[in-house]
């Protein structure tokens, strides 16, 4: 059940990126009342001179519930 994918600029490194998966883990055990055992976590790192063909030119709109998608 919920798998999460998080794209964002190459460069951190993986004690980050820990750091960042382990905490999208805990708010959505408390959102959605769900098991850690039944969450994961991915992160794609994105060269920033790819960033809109990657990423900006393939959000569907309608389906982005905070902020605004980047544009490089």
């Given at each position: 059940?919920?798998?999460?994918?998080?794209?964002?600029?190459?460069?951190?490194?993986?004690?980050?990126?820990?750091k960042i998966a382990e905490a999208i883990v805990k708010t959505m055990?408390?959102?959605?009342?769900?098991?850690?055992?039944?969450?994961?976590?991915?992160?794609?790192?994105?060269?920033?001179?790819?960033?809109?063909?990657?990423?900006?030119?393939?959000?569907?709109?309608?389906?982005?519930?905070?902020?605004?998608?980047?544009?490089?």
């Amino acid at each position: 059940m919920p798998h999460i994918t998080i794209d964002m600029f190459a460069g951190r490194d993986d004690e980050t990126k820990k750091k960042i998966a382990e905490a999208i883990v805990k708010t959505m055990m408390n959102e959605l009342g769900c098991a850690k055992e039944h969450l994961s976590v991915a992160i794609h790192d994105v060269k920033p001179e790819n960033w809109n063909s990657e990423i900006e030119s393939n959000v569907n709109k309608e389906e982005l519930f905070a902020g605004e998608v980047y544009k490089a």
